[in-house]
T-cell receptor, first 112, second 113 residues
Framework: DQQVKQNSPSLSVQEGRISILNCDYTNSMFDYFLWYKKYPAEGPTFLISISSIKDKNEDGRFTVFLNKSAKHLSLHIVPSQPGDSAVYFCAASPNTGNQFYFGTGTSLTVIP | DGGITQSPKYLFRKEGQNVTLSCEQNLNHDAMYWYRQDPGQGLRLIYYSQIVNDFQKGDIAEGYSVSREKKESFPLTVTSAQKNPTAFYLC????????????FGPGTRLTVL
């Protein structure tokens, strides 16, 4: 059973506009959430994270929002750049240990 | 340079043969993980180890085995019992403290002919 879901397999955005990637989770024990970026045939690289005590974390062009009551988080990229084109994975970790649960990924294409 | 290395990048094996994928890290991380990625799917956990000489099964451990004899190394053996072994395999590690991200290796693409 998929505990972390990314319901949009793909997203296309014009360069300069905002990209919004969404993620939903089912396990209320999750208290740490991460976004990873992945290029084909490479390992994922860490992008940004948020703990459950916050509802927003910002790092440059990347902002993650967490809505605990809705069990939903989103990644905003603004402005989007062609180099942002990649697959983005959402991941969650419970407060009980070091396991990470990944979504199925959203492929972002930023059109120049 | 600190990081995780996986070798080889591409691996081909005949059906019925066991194959071992290498994963080494010099980040002094206690926990190490093996994931499998298939097209259109997320990363699925095969095995993980939080300390030397100890490891736990993940969601899809059947047909795989691991060892953790050294902190730096967490090799994965894909046995002939694994029904669909062709996939992209990713190794990761993390510090044991909470709220730390996982660091990933570059991955090994295994193709069974």
């Amino acid at each position: 059973d998929q505990q972390v879901k990314q319901n949009s397999p793909s997203l296309s955005v014009q360069e300069g506009r905002i990209s919004i990637l969404n993620c939903d989770y089912t396990n209320s024990m999750f208290d740490y959430f991460l976004w990873y970026k992945k290029y084909p045939a490479e390992g994922p690289t860490f992008l940004i994270s948020i703990s459950s005590i916050k509802d927003k974390n910002e790092d440059g062009r990347f902002t993650v929002f967490l809505n605990k009551s809705a069990k939903h988080l989103s990644l905003h990229i603004v402005p989007s750049q062609p180099g942002d084109s990649a697959v983005y994975f959402c991941a969650a970790s419970p407060n009980t240990g070091n396991q990470f649960y990944f979504g199925t990924g959203t492929s972002l294409t930023v059109i120049p | 340079d600190g990081g995780i290395t996986q070798s080889p990048k591409y691996l081909f094996r005949k059906e019925g043969q066991n194959v071992t994928l290498s994963c080494e890290q010099n980040l002094n991380h206690d926990a190490m993980y093996w994931y499998r990625q298939d097209p259109g799917q997320g990363l699925r956990l095969i095995y993980y180890s939080q300390i030397v000489n100890d490891f736990q099964k993940g969601d899809i451990a059947e047909g795989y085995s691991v060892s953790r004899e050294k902190k730096e190394s967490f090799p994965l053996t894909v046995t002939s019992a694994q029904k669909n072994p062709t996939a992209f395999y990713l190794c990761a590690s993390t510090d044991q403290n909470l709220y730390n991200e996982q660091f990933f290796g570059p991955g090994t693409r295994l193709t069974v002919l």
